[in-house]
């Protein structure tokens, strides 16, 4: 894309830096990506009361929410699921410049646009987090009717129906939730975030 040459960067007074300091914490984006049902924003928010309890600034992105505002003129067609993610993407690097701990939590079903949002930030500031569940446990959970939805027809391109999920190649850490709780996808994450000296 190219940048028109009239918009000129401006820099800060208080850098990402200085804001990390004062947090006592790296910022960075913890990347959830998965099916529908698979159990991201429950993830996103377990995570979140974490960081809160523990005295870390963090903030949730959550599909559902972002639609309704920022990217509610975006449908699902594969060019608006990208624009959709390259969005978030941009929004959650501001969070990083900010000095906070973004958690985004989106299908974000085409693996090319989740390498392009990585590409976006410096090296431990994107930890990409494959909420791994099984289509047919998503499917029976269907907390939001969605799947009933896409098999009768009435939801097109619905991603592991009618519209491809693709799986990350090495994400960061891999979350079965079809075989840990809660609790023990986000013990599991703060370890990864402890050993690489992020929190």
């Not at 918009?7 to 990506?33: C, G, M, P």
């Not at 639609?67 to 594969?78: A, V």
């Not at 693996?111 to 909420?131: Q, T």
Request: glycine letters at 8%.
């Amino acid at each position: 894309m190219n940048i028109n040459p009239n918009i000129i960067s401006q820099s800060y007074a208080i850098s990402k830096e200085d804001r990390q300091a004062k947090n006592k914490h790296r910022s960075f984006v913890i990347w959830l990506t998965g099916l529908s049902g698979s159990g991201k924003s429950t993830l996103a928010n377990a995570l979140d009361q974490y960081f809160f309890n523990n005295g870390l600034s963090s903030y949730v992105l959550d599909g559902d929410n972002i639609r309704q505002g920022l990217n509610k003129n975006l449908g699902f067609s594969p060019a608006d699921r990208k624009e959709n993610i390259r969005r978030v993407g941009e929004v959650s690097k501001l969070f990083v410049s900010a000095g906070l701990i973004s958690i985004a939590a989106f299908i974000s079903p085409y693996l090319e646009d989740r390498v392009e949002v990585r590409e976006m930030f410096s090296e431990k500031e994107f930890i990409e987090v494959f909420v791994n569940c099984p289509l047919e446990l998503c499917e029976k959970r269907d907390p939001k009717g969605l799947y009933r939805k896409a098999r009768n027809g009435q939801l097109q391109q619905f991603t592991g129906i009618s519209s491809p999920y693709e799986e990350s190649i090495e994400p960061e850490i891999e979350i079965r939730t079809d075989q840990l709780s809660v609790e023990e996808g986000v013990s599991k994450i703060i370890s990864f975030l402890k050993g690489q000296v992020l929190i």
